[in-house]
């Protein structure tokens, strides 16, 4: 709301100050003048279309933008930053003209209005100044740049007044130009970065990983408290699933024909737990777990998982490329589902990745042979839950998550890529 507000304010001074500007432009007959208030008057429109962004930004996600409407205000500043480095080549370039054709001044005039100007633009970019949002950022640049150049205009008035060097006002105009332009291109460049998805600066994704807390040296992570009720006969079993993920026995106290058992269990142990120990409880157990604090790091917990089976080519999966490959492991995908280079489609029997091609069609000819006809059976394709998904992926694979879709992938979509870093690893 502060965000609104502000560039709110900017967006009025900076239209008031434009239609002063072009009234006193004509009234002193000065053409610089009214340059200044062309551009002022783009930056009032280009501050009117970031205000509209903004407000449009703060909308709850709805079934058309199910991921909500903030990239708007990041759209907003994209629009005011193009404005702005418009602006500024259109500066330097008028400025150059200038060099080569000089123009009468009225330095009086000038003067007059660089103090209002200077003291106007001022205003606005103390109102937008703590910008929350790159809009914002975006706009308070556009003051920046105003008051710059009237402080320019003003300094350049009185230097000229008294040596009658018209170059000066140029020159000037030109350097804070140049400056606002550089400045613009870095704000562009955090705003592509969000577009992209970049990961934020000083964010280290390694260090995340093997730093997860730190408490007086020690690495940590966070435990919790959980708690399972399930039917005696089912005990062992829950006691064996939760002991393998690293959780350790707190207390187990019999309530008839059940027992409550309560387990010390990092937080990653958690992750497709529940699944687990419904199945074998017959569906009997009863769980909860909260967050009890930070202990040192248990170790790393085991897998039984295989290889993957990694989509080679880019296109839909094919029934008959899925029936020639069933004997290679399990797929994820159903026939007709679309696959891309990297992607994750099924789990493999042996312990290495295995590169396969889903999008292969049965080639056609005239000539028949025994078996052509052939029923294709195909097994059913194996899909994961949310959770499921995250306890499955490996270190080296990102789960994709999308309103219609959940798909695991390779971090390294290209095949050679992942070879390579195998590579290396194994020299270090």
């Not at 703590?130 to 230097?159: C, Y």
């Not at 194996?382 to 959940?406: A, C, Q, R």
């Amino acid at each position: 709301m502060k965000t609104e507000k502000n560039i709110l304010i900017a967006f009025i001074l900076n239209l008031s100050f434009s239609i002063f500007e072009i009234v006193g432009g004509f009234f002193t007959g000065s053409v610089a003048i009214i340059s200044d208030a062309v551009h002022d008057l783009g930056d009032a429109t280009s501050i009117g279309i970031s205000y509209f962004l903004e407000k449009k930004s703060k909308k709850q996600p709805d079934n058309t933008y199910t991921y909500g409407y903030a990239r708007f205000s990041v759209m907003g500043s994209v629009i005011t930053t193009l404005i702005l480095l418009f602006g500024s080549v259109m500066v330097i370039y008028n400025a150059v003209l200038r060099i080569i054709n000089p123009v009468e001044i009225n330095y009086n005039g000038m003067i007059i209005f660089a103090v209002v100007g200077a003291l106007v633009n001022f205003l606005a970019a103390y109102f937008t100044k703590d910008g929350d949002s790159l809009n914002q950022k975006a706009v308070n640049l556009h003051m920046l740049e105003d008051v710059l150049g009237w402080i320019v205009v003003l300094v350049g008035a009185i230097i000229m007044r008294f040596t009658d060097i018209r170059i000066i006002d140029s020159l000037m105009s030109m350097g804070v130009a140049i400056f606002i332009f550089v400045n613009a291109l870095k704000n562009l460049k955090e705003v592509l970065d969000l577009f992209l998805e970049k990961i934020p600066n000083n964010i280290s994704i390694e260090e995340i990983k093997h730093h997860i807390k730190e408490i007086d040296g020690v690495k940590c992570e966070p435990v919790e408290q959980l708690t399972i009720v399930v039917p005696e006969e089912f005990s062992g079993k829950v006691i064996e699933l939760v002991t393998m993920r690293k959780g350790e026995i707190d207390s187990i106290e019999p309530q008839g024909d059940r027992t409550h058992i309560e387990f010390t269990i990092p937080s990653r142990g958690i992750i497709g737990l529940r699944n687990n120990v419904l199945t074998v409880s017959e569906g009997e157990a009863i769980m909860a777990h909260r967050l009890k604090g930070y202990e040192p790091w248990k170790g790393e917990i085991g897998g039984r998982r295989m290889g993957a089976l990694i989509a080679k080519e880019t296109g839909p999966a094919i029934e008959y490329s899925i029936n020639k490959l069933q004997d290679r492991g399990r797929f994820f995908v159903s026939p007709g589902e679309e696959v891309y280079t990297g992607m994750v489609v099924g789990e493999g029997i042996r312990p290495d990745d295995i590169v396969v091609n889903l999008t292969i069609t049965k080639k056609l000819s005239n000539m028949r042979s025994a078996g052509a006809d052939e029923k294709v059976s195909i097994a059913p394709a194996t899909k994961f839950s949310l959770e499921e998904s995250m306890e499955y992926i490996g270190e080296d694979e990102y789960l994709e998550i999308t309103p219609n879709h959940l798909r695991i992938r390779k971090i390294l979509l290209d095949e050679v890529a992942r070879k390579r870093a195998a590579n290396a690893a194994q020299k270090e």
